[in-house]
């Protein structure tokens, strides 16, 4: 069974359109990020958060906003869609944030048109 | 920013031969470093690992090195099989005021039958 929890799976959206994306993990971790992939770049840092708390944004869009809801929630809302904007969006955690394994989730498949 | 450079970016080999995946850091107080491993359609999953006070690690036909003089770390997969054809990711975990995982850019591994 994934302990990382994300959906949806995969996800067409109009551009301009907005839409979340959840991630759960169960893995009792306490730091989670957001990974993006795509043809352009491999894969690409987006967000960490380390007990709810943002340590590092990478993403130069404000159309990108991390929710913590819970500590073991971390969903990403994406506003204003891009056909740019498709790519996988994988979601991690790990026990804390000092370099410890990064375990992924399934990833969202996003494609935007 | 601090960079993780990855070498080569696309490798074939025979299978039963050897592959080897070569990255450089820039960080000498980084002190982890994973390798990532990412099959088509799948996410990434860790498959080996190695601290600072290490410089060697082997877990079955993978071996990691760590030249950390040099800021050099390396994969080799003996007695490749077509199963290891993926992505492979290399990261090192970059200490400091913004402590976090800085990754390659990926390497595609194609084993030949």
């Known amino acids: 069974d994934p302990k990382i929890i994300q959906k949806?799976?995969?996800?067409?959206?109009?551009?301009?359109?907005?839409?979340?994306?959840?991630?759960?993990?169960?893995?009792g971790h306490n730091a989670m990020y957001w990974y993006r992939q795509s043809a352009k770049k491999p894969?690409?840092?987006?967000?960490?958060?380390?007990?709810?708390k943002l340590m590092d944004n990478q993403t130069a869009s404000s159309r990108f906003q991390p929710q913590s809801s819970k500590k073991n929630h971390l969903d990403l809302q994406i506003t204003a869609l891009k056909p740019d904007d498709s790519a996988t969006y994988f979601c991690a955690s790990s026990l804390d944030s000092s370099g410890n394994t990064l375990y992924f989730g399934e990833g969202s498949r996003l494609i935007v048109v | 920013g601090e960079q993780v450079e990855q070498l080569p970016s696309i490798l074939r080999v025979q299978e039963g031969s050897s592959a080897s995946i070569n990255c450089s850091y820039e960080d000498s107080a980084s002190n982890y470093f994973p390798w990532y491993k990412q099959e088509p359609g799948e996410n990434p999953k860790l498959i080996i690992d190695i601290r600072s006070n290490?410089?060697?690690?082997q877990i079955q036909e993978l071996i990691v090195l760590l030249d950390k003089k040099a800021k050099r770390f390396?994969?080799?997969?003996?007695?490749?099989?077509?199963?290891?054809?993926?992505?492979?990711?290399?990261?090192?975990?970059?200490?400091?005021?913004?402590?976090?995982?800085?990754?390659?850019l990926g390497t595609s591994l194609v084993v030949n039958p």
């Open chain 2, 54 to 57: 290490m410089e060697r690690k």
């Open chain 1, 43 to 52: 894969l690409e840092f987006m967000f960490s958060y380390s007990y709810q």
């Open chain 1, 8 to 27: 949806p799976k995969y996800l067409v959206a109009v551009t301009g359109s907005e839409k979340i994306l959840i991630c759960e993990q169960y893995l």
């Open chain 2, 74 to 104: 390396s994969l080799h997969i003996t007695d490749t099989q077509p199963g290891d054809s993926a992505m492979y990711f290399c990261a090192a975990y970059n200490v400091g005021d913004n402590s976090k995982l800085i990754w390659g």
